[in-house]
């Protein structure tokens, strides 16, 4: 398979890369600093500069050609409501109509539990974060796109342990990005896994027959 990732360089989009390479997937990893370029290959990608912000939809679809999956676990990462909003909104906008574009229908994007953080603790700029992420799915899922939307619990750099709780309604947790990586690793190879909302912790289920309960 030829994956398209964008936010390659990122704690997600490395560890994917990783994985796929090592199943002899071929993947192109967006990164946009010029040093994310060496992380890809690193990691087992082939880097291809490109910014969410700048790259029209036409750009961007240039790059996605030849593809077979899309991949988006790119975000503004705490860095301001203006870049959420460009980059997880209006970002994740432009990639989908570009993978339509450019004949790349399968697209699975880390979103992120609409529960994320509630009790109080979340301020103005994390409530807009979720709004816009909420938005974004809700794009995504209105596309001809074969998608699939992950939604992560809270990520942890921490070893993961390749057992989760994955479902279309799950309690609110933590989860490793490991564990993520190693999920969407998995649920890109499992084409009956399409147009659904997965919710993703850590947990007690082996990924591999997470991914096939969900299947069926
Ligand atoms: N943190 C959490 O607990 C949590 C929970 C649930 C879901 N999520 C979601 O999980 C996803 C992946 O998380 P992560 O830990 O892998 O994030 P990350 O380490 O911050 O990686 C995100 C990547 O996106 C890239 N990016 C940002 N703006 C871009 C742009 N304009 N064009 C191209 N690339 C751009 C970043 O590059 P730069 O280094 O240049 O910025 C970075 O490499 C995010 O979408 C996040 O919203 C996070």
Request: a negative charge; aromatic letters at 4%.
């Amino acid at each position: 398979m030829k994956v398209f990732q964008i936010g390659a360089a990122g704690g997600v989009g490395r560890r994917l890369t990783q994985l796929l390479a090592a199943r002899g997937d071929s993947v192109t990893g967006m990164h946009r600093r010029t040093d994310q370029g060496e992380t890809v290959r690193e990691s087992g990608g082939t880097p291809v500069a490109g910014d969410l912000i700048n790259d029209s939809v036409d750009d961007l679809a240039q790059k996605m050609r030849g593809h077979d999956a899309v991949v988006f676990s790119a975000g503004a990462h705490g860095t301001g409501s203006d870049k959420t909003t460009l980059i997880d909104g209006k970002g994740l906008r432009k990639a989908a109509d570009a993978a339509v574009l450019a004949g790349a229908t399968r697209f699975v994007l880390v979103s992120v539990f609409p529960d994320a953080l509630r009790g109080g603790e979340a301020g103005e700029g994390f409530e807009h974060y979720i709004k816009v992420k909420k938005s974004a799915d809700v794009y995504l899922t209105c596309t001809d796109l074969d998608w699939l939307i992950v939604r992560p619990g809270t990520l942890l750099d921490t070893p993961g342990s390749g057992r989760v709780t994955a479902g279309p309604a799950v309690e609110y947790g933590d989860v490793h990005r490991d564990d993520v990586a190693a999920f969407i690793d998995a649920a890109l190879h499992e084409p009956a896994l399409s147009r659904v909302i997965v919710e993703l912790t850590s947990g007690d289920t082996p990924v591999a027959d997470a991914v096939a309960r969900l299947a069926v």
